[in-house]
């Protein structure tokens, strides 16, 4: 674990206890929401801010409980805003650090025109997007996510709705880091995490999360110990795209369409195959379109990484260039106006 | 030959053309003026949502008009002195506007053949009888302006979009009116950027000043003298500016950076334009996504300490509703301004209404109370507006101020504050972690704490479910919830003891007793002076607090034979003042998108009495 900073006037090294509330949590037994927030109370010490400068920001959801169970600043606010409300904080303090929790239904079907535009501007918030295919808290309707004839509670015959891909939602919104990670790999979640919290900008975590109560084991052929490493693809900067158990297969790319192949047979070797560049977004888009083809594996890590300027900072630098230029405002001088006459 | 002037204690002229002659900019020019020469004033804009409607057509028609004198200038007037009809389907929307014998001025360049039968004259109306009830004189303004540039080698274009300064000119003249402001103005503008378009408004303006000057056919100018308006420094001001400004000094006054998140929509987006062009004054703008953004934007800005306003009207009020009752359940401070237009849906964008009155106070799911106040005139806005902030932070909650289209682009003369005036707005933000809870209270205003992030100890959650009482933990209590209900009702009552007390205009009881809220003012004010001029015991109380109302109001009706309460709605005021006194008031109202007419309002008063002398 990385040294533990906290720059607090009593300089008392926080634990992942500090993050934890007083509060029951009421999430059902064995959620994967479990895990994330472990994960993320995990790692929450090793980052230098202050903890009161911590804000955890959600909307409306089984995930949008989370900041109930972070001993840090919270707003549980209302379905799909939670983007909104975040931006407004950054902008009003951006020394604020600021986490939203959200899920497929709030991020991406009531909230999906505030997360888009929260990715657009590139406001340094941290979103965590616990994706389970499916709507908890109103007890089992599919959600924007939920697959092509999945039956649920309001699909009786299957769903006929074309699901978003998050992570090519969150590419094609412009967003200058986007990941997705699982909340049955504790390391590579907490990985993640710290990655995304070192970004400078907004950051897009795609978490794939289990509902045991509506829709177990969705993710199971990617998160479970037996199957994972057949249909997991672990995308890492600069090294090329390997799975199975032994590192056995990997990736290359066949024009711009990217095809599995063995390194046993003879006819390919490492270095026929694809080497990830995580600051390519043309590269990131052809990953995450890998969904569509049901023989690759699915891609976990850092899709995309980019350099942007922040929205914040954007904020504060055309104020102090406007005031280096017309000086401080002067009320006065505002009431009164350009042109204004005296009665005796 | 020699010109006789005629001086009038007040003129209203009515500016009419195509959305594309610059009608609004010359009504905007004439009102500047006017108010630097010292008039009293009051203006109504008057155009079409579309942005440049077809030429010709009459509902490509937009009007500016301004009401300017000597004495007290209440409205923009019921009908006008003065047309100034730039083309025939100008003429024939507004002619029932002007007076009897009143002026008409008509661009007979653009009495086409195409243009009358657009504007479905069958005959050309300069040239019949048919408006010989009038003072009707013929300009050809297209031609004279071409004359004017004649040497220039503009295009036909640009001449023709200089030919409203040509107008303005002629009206300076006729009202002897000095042309500084105006070319100052014009310098301000094209100046050094389009220096050959500065020079051909400004030889359009003199030539039309000119033109009046040298003429045969106006033998008659007139003079409007400045008003008494009590001493101070003035400015001339439109309620959107007015609103922007009043937002600004309240963030000032209590020493936090103004966030303004809001999205475009009309007429509110000129508070967001005002605003944006003043960071030097930690003015934050955020351009939302949508409305419920922009709301929600506000209310983060508010939890994390700045003075926090989003802006909207009718429309944009709807979708902002969820959010408002977040604000409510979260009690932070949030201003809400609502620039009400012609509704339901779409409606009438540009123009005026007062029908948001009940969703303001009420239109939320649940028992979700707040303030609402009300604008009375435009430079009002910023009084309004101001007070909007105060209460917002001092009650910890959100406030709704409802201004509206009449308001937003009307124009008067303004006293000018100095900003010692201005009541102070302290803020104290919770420091203290010993005992801290987020939904304890202060024990006069039940205000929470405002607990801002940053601050070290005092970690805390809020949000949208039902808070316990004090730790503001979530709580599904049914004691609890009642109590919850209770507690944010009391704290908006207990406003009440903070504003003032219910002024009247007039005797302190009597006959009958106008009461009034938000932009219906100037017309109220007005009928009601002339019914108690022509004797009638007669008094007006105008609302500036719809929400909580001001603790003797009760009392104030109850002194009255009758209660009349106009609105531009059919009926809402009405509604809240007989559930809450049980008076049986009754209402007035006509709801046309437009200021309501004086005189009716007169009528309306002389027929509860029987008659003028009652």
New interface residues.
């Given amino acids: 674990m990385a040294e533990t900073i906290t720059t607090?006037?009593e300089a008392v090294k926080l634990t992942v206890k500090d993050f934890q509330?007083d509060?029951d949590v009421r999430w059902c037994p064995g959620c994967g929401d479990y895990s994330i927030l472990a994960q993320v109370q995990r790692v929450m010490p090793e980052f230098s801010h202050?903890?009161?400068?911590?804000?955890?920001?959600s909307g409306?959801g089984c995930s949008s409980r989370f900041?109930?169970y972070?001993?840090?600043?919270?707003?549980?606010?209302?379905h799909g805003?939670a983007?909104?409300?975040?931006?407004?904080?950054?902008?009003?303090?951006p020394?604020?650090q600021v986490w939203v929790a959200t899920g497929d239904g709030d991020g991406l079907s009531i909230g999906g025109?505030?997360i888009?535009?929260l990715l657009r501007r590139n406001v340094s918030v941290k979103v965590l997007l616990f994706n389970n295919e499916i709507y908890g808290l109103t007890k089992g309707q599919y959600s924007p996510t939920s697959r092509m004839g999945q039956v649920t509670k309001s699909t009786p015959a299957g769903s006929i709705d074309n699901p978003f891909v998050p992570v090519s939602l969150a590419l094609g919104a412009g967003a200058t880091f986007v990941a997705r990670t699982m909340d049955r790999d504790p390391k590579h979640l907490q990985e993640i995490v710290r990655k995304a919290e070192a970004h400078r900008g907004t950051a897009f975590i795609e978490i794939y999360q289990n509902c045991n109560v509506f829709n177990d084991g969705a993710f199971f052929p990617f998160t479970e110990k037996d199957t994972r490493d057949d249909n997991v693809v672990y995308l890492e900067h600069e090294k090329p795209l390997l799975f199975g158990k032994k590192k056995q297969n990997g990736i290359r790319l066949n024009g711009f369409t990217p095809e599995a192949v063995s390194l046993e047979d003879g006819k390919f070797s490492a270095s026929d195959l694809l080497v990830h560049d995580q600051n390519d977004s043309t590269l990131a888009f052809i990953l995450a379109n890998m969904i569509h083809n049901p023989t690759l594996p699915r891609p976990m890590g850092i899709f995309l990484e980019q350099s942007r300027p922040l929205y914040e900072e954007e904020?504060v630098n055309?104020?102090a260039k406007?005031?280096s230029?017309?000086?401080?405002?002067d009320?006065?001088a505002?009431?009164?106006?350009d042109?204004?006459?005296?009665?005796? | 030959m020699a010109k006789s002037l005629q001086t009038l204690d007040e003129v209203t002229i009515r500016f009419v053309g195509d959305s594309g002659d610059g009608m609004q900019l010359t009504g905007t020019q004439f009102t500047?003026t006017a108010?630097?020469v010292?008039n009293d004033l009051s203006t109504l804009p008057d155009f079409p949502a579309e942005i440049r409607a077809p030429a010709g057509t009459t509902y490509g028609v937009s009007g500016f008009q301004i009401h300017f004198g000597s004495q007290d200038i209440l409205t923009p007037g019921d009908t006008c002195d003065v047309l100034v009809a730039m083309n025939p389907a100008a003429l024939i929307t507004n002619i029932k506007l002007l007076k009897s014998g009143g002026i008409i001025i008509a661009n007979t360049d653009a009495f086409t053949e195409k243009n009358l039968r657009m504007a479905g004259y069958s005959a050309n109306p300069l040239e019949d009888d048919s408006l010989s009830g009038y003072n009707l004189q013929k300009v050809g303004i297209t031609k004279l302006t071409a004359n004017a540039l004649v040497d220039m080698n503009l295009s036909t274009k640009v001449i023709d979009k200089c030919k409203n300064f040509f107008a303005l000119g002629l009206m300076y003249w006729m009202y002897n009116r000095p042309l500084d402001?105006s070319i100052r103005f014009i310098e301000a503008k094209f100046g050094k950027r389009e220096p050959q378009l500065a020079e051909a408004n400004l030889r359009v303006l003199k030539a039309g000043y000119n033109y009046g000057d040298t003429t045969e056919i106006f033998t008659t100018r007139y003079e409007v003298k400045?008003a008494k308006?009590?001493?101070?420094?003035?400015?001339?001001?439109m309620g959107n500016t007015a609103t922007a400004?009043g937002l600004?000094?309240a963030a000032?006054k209590a020493e936090l950076?103004l966030?303004l998140?809001t999205y475009p929509i009309t007429p509110a987006s000129d508070i967001l334009h005002e605003l944006s062009r003043?960071?030097?004054?930690?003015v934050?703008t955020?351009q939302?996504?949508?409305e419920?953004?922009?709301v929600?934007?506000?209310?983060?800005?508010?939890?994390?300490?700045?003075l926090?306003v989003t802006t909207t009207s009718g429309p944009g009020m709807a979708l902002k509703t969820?959010?408002i009752g977040?604000a409510v359940m979260?009690e932070l401070p949030l201003v809400i301004v609502d620039v009400q237009r012609g509704g339901p849906s779409t409606g009438l964008p540009t123009k005026t209404e007062q029908a948001d009155l009940l969703q303001a106070v009420h239109g939320r799911n649940s028992e979700a109370p707040l303030c609402v106040v009300a604008a009375a005139t435009p430079a009002d806005c910023f009084d309004a507006a101001y007070e909007a902030s105060r209460l917002a932070i001092k009650f910890m909650t959100p406030v709704i101020c409802l201004t509206d289209g009449y308001l937003a682009n009307g124009a008067e003369p303004w006293k000018?504050?100095?900003?010692e005036e201005l009541k102070e707005i302290p803020v104290s933000f919770a420091k203290d972690p010993e005992g801290f809870h987020p939904y304890s209270r202060d024990e006069k205003t039940l205000a929470r704490p405002w607990a801002?992030?940053?601050?070290?100890?005092?970690?805390?959650?809020?949000?949208?479910?039902e808070k316990e009482n004090i730790t503001g933990?979530?709580s599904y209590d049914p004691d609890n919830h009642d109590l919850m209900v209770r507690l944010r009702a009391e704290k908006i009552e207990r406003i009440a003891a903070d504003i003032p007390l219910q002024t009247v205009h007039g005797p302190e009881e009597g006959d009958v007793l106008v009461l009034g809220w938000g932009g219906t003012f100037g017309s109220i004010r007005s009928a009601v002076n002339r019914a108690q001029a022509s004797g009638l015991a007669v008094a007006h109380a105008h609302l500036r607090y719809v929400n909580p109302f001001p603790r003797n109001l009760g009392e104030i009706l109850y002194k009255y034979k009758k209660v009349l309460i106009p609105e531009i709605n059919t009926g809402q005021l009405l509604k809240l003042i007989r559930a809450k006194y049980l008076v049986p008031a009754v209402g007035y109202d006509a709801v046309k998108g437009l200021p309501l007419r004086a005189e009716d309002i007169e009528q309306r008063i002389q027929d509860m009495i029987g008659g003028k002398n009652g």
């Fill in positions: 607090s006037p509330t509060q202050k903890k009161e400068d911590l804000v955890t920001i409306i900041p109930y972070m001993n840090t600043f919270g707003l549980h606010s209302i805003r983007p909104a409300f975040a931006t407004g904080v950054k902008i009003a303090n020394k604020l025109n505030h888009i535009h904020v055309q104020i406007v005031k230029k017309k000086g401080e405002g009320l006065q505002l009431l009164d106006g042109e204004n006459w005296v009665i005796q | 500047n108010a630097l010292g402001q400045p308006l009590p001493p101070g420094k003035y400015r001339n001001i400004i600004v000094a000032k950076p966030f998140g003043l960071k030097n004054y930690d934050k955020f939302a996504e949508d419920i953004a922009a929600c934007s506000a209310i983060g800005a508010s939890y994390a300490g700045n926090a969820e959010a977040l979260l000018i504050p100095t900003v801002i992030p940053g601050t070290p100890g005092l970690e805390h959650r809020i949000g949208g479910i933990n979530i």
